[in-house]
Antibody, heavy 123, light 110 residues
């Protein structure tokens, strides 16, 4: 069974970098695409981006200038860095496996999710 | 930007049928998925590719699509179905992709 577990600081100072890790078990991180999604206190879900098994990335244009995603194949982990954070970045952050099927139209959906980790941006 | 619009809330009595809609301009040419989220838990996929149900999801959950609207139908609603439901789709081109979620609908079982 595929399981994902997010980890990282629960409190980040404004203007600093939010760094999270997602440890994957039950699946090889090299064989699938993986995503970060966040949910604000108002409960809206926002796709941050995903990284394909090829290593290529797609980011939400609204966050693209501040986001970097990477994978560590040796640890079967996915990482997120979000720079220059503000209070608006306070949210529960989820990692998820994203199914990507090219075609017309292409198909994207999230079949496994981590439990999520709350990150608060405050001094 | 691309938006998906859902009603904030839907209420039904146990045993009745609940229908939750999601509207978006790109839906005629993009697939949609649906997620169930209970308080304090991560979302769970209940429908993908407009109408497909993952293994382990009860048959009372079904999806449909018509024009710019997709619909999640829960037939014979049970108390355990009370949750927030989110639609999700994509706006993609040859050079870019944007995955989006609707604002969510709270299903209340009276």
């Amino acid at each position: 069974q595929v399981q994902l577990q997010e980890s990282g600081p629960g409190l980040v100072n404004p203007s600093e970098t939010l760094s999270l890790t997602c440890t994957v078990s039950g699946a090889s991180i090299s064989s699938f695409s993986w995503s970060w999604i966040r949910q604000s206190p108002g409960k809206r879900l926002e796709w941050i981006g995903h990284i394909h098994d090829s290593g290529s990335t797609n980011y939400n244009p609204s966050l693209k200038s501040r986001v970097t995603m990477s994978v560590d194949k040796s640890k079967n982990q996915l990482s997120l860095n979000l720079r220059s954070v503000t209070a608006a970045d306070t949210a529960v952050y989820y990692c998820a496996r994203v199914v990507v099927i090219p075609g017309t139209p292409p198909l994207y959906y999230f079949d496994y999710w981590g439990h999520g980790t709350l990150v608060t941006v405050s001094s | 930007s691309y938006e998906l619009t859902q009603p904030p809330s839907v209420s039904v009595s146990p045993g009745q049928t609940a229908r939750i809609t999601c509207s978006g301009d790109a839906l005629p040419r993009q697939y949609a998925s649906w997620y169930q989220q209970k308080p304090g838990q991560a979302p769970i996929l209940v429908i993908y590719r407009d109408t497909q149900r993952p293994s382990g999801i009860p048959e009372r959950f079904s999806g449909s699509s018509s024009g710019t609207t997709v619909t999640l139908t829960v037939s014979g609603v049970q108390a355990e179905d009370e949750a927030d439901y989110y639609c999700q789709s994509a706006d993609s081109s040859v050079t870019s992709v944007l995955l989006v979620f609707g604002g969510g609908t709270k299903l209340t079982v009276l």
